[in-house]
Nanobody, 120 residues
Framework: QVQVVETGGGLVQAGGSLRLSCAAS????????ISWYRQAPGKQREMVAS???????NYADSVKGRFTISGDLAKNTVDLQMNSLKSEDTAVYYC??????????????WGQGTQVTVST
């Protein structure tokens, strides 16, 4: 089993910054990618940023230039630095960890989410 825990959410004023952290633990043979998603009330969950085991980062257009994903997939930890926050960034942020088992099967594990609220 794999456990995923997100930390670092909270309340911040527009223009401010927050740093989210994601840590996965348990039986992990190999981590392929770790991603951040978010879901605002009444909206679908959307991908915010992701990073692969090769270090390639990908961002949603809405956060490019403001958010930075970084981490060490060998240690199964990833951070999301969020700057210049806007009210539309308000959402529950989830960490998704994509792993391979020793039998080369792929699995996704999700955390419980952390609330980010940006006030104006």
């Amino acid at each position: 089993q794999v456990q995923v825990v997100e930390t670092g959410g909270g309340l911040v004023q527009a223009g401010g910054s927050l740093r989210l952290s994601c840590a996965a633990s348990g039986t992990i043979f190999r981590t392929n990618a770790i991603s951040w998603y978010r879901q605002a009330p009444g909206k679908q969950r959307e991908m915010v940023a992701s990073i692969t085991s090769g270090g390639r980062a990908n961002y949603a257009d809405s956060v490019k230039g403001r958010f930075t994903i970084s981490g060490d997939l060998a240690k199964n930890t990833v951070d999301l630095q969020m700057n210049s926050l806007k009210s539309e960034d308000t959402a529950v942020y989830y960490c998704r960890v994509n792993v391979n088992s020793e039998w080369d099967n792929r699995f996704d594990y999700w955390g419980q989410g952390t609330q980010v609220t940006v006030s104006t």
